[in-house]
Nanobody, 122 residues
Framework: QVQLVESGGGLVQPGGSLRLSCEGSGTIFSINTMGWYRQTPGKQRELVAVITSDLTTKYADSVQGRFTISRDNAKDAVYLQMNSLKPEDTAVYYC????????????????WGQGTQVTVSS
């Protein structure tokens, strides 16, 4: 069974840093775009950052210059380095990836991790 497993969330003070990790498990033939999203209670899930297979990145305006997304294709992994954290960054963070999991098929399917809580508070 293919799944994305996240780690690295927690409680941090304003101005601090955290690094989120997300690794795919199971048989994965290839990965297209990977990304991080976040959600707070009562709000829609929003894009934080994405990275394509050719390493093109895109960030939400609210995190530009503070967060960095990267990937390790050998580990089927995507990371989010979060610096200068603010209370408004508090949310559940989800990773997402377009995975090709069926041998011989060109189709990519959308997979999500289970979410990891990030709390920025003094």
């Amino acid at each position: 069974q293919v799944q994305l497993v996240e780690s690295g969330g927690g409680l941090v003070q304003p101005g601090g840093s955290l690094r989120l990790s997300c690794e795919g498990s199971g048989t994965i033939f290839s990965i297209n775009t990977m990304g991080w999203y976040r959600q707070t209670p009562g709000k829609q899930r929003e894009l934080v950052a994405v990275i394509t297979s050719d390493l093109t990145t895109k960030y939400a305006d609210s995190v530009q210059g503070r967060f960095t997304i990267s990937r390790d294709n050998a580990k089927d992994a995507v990371y989010l380095q979060m610096n200068s954290l603010k209370p408004e960054d508090t949310a559940v963070y989800y990773c997402r990836a377009d995975l090709r999991v069926v041998a011989g098929s060109p189709r990519y399917d959308d997979y999500w991790g289970q979410g990891t809580q990030v709390t920025v508070s003094s």
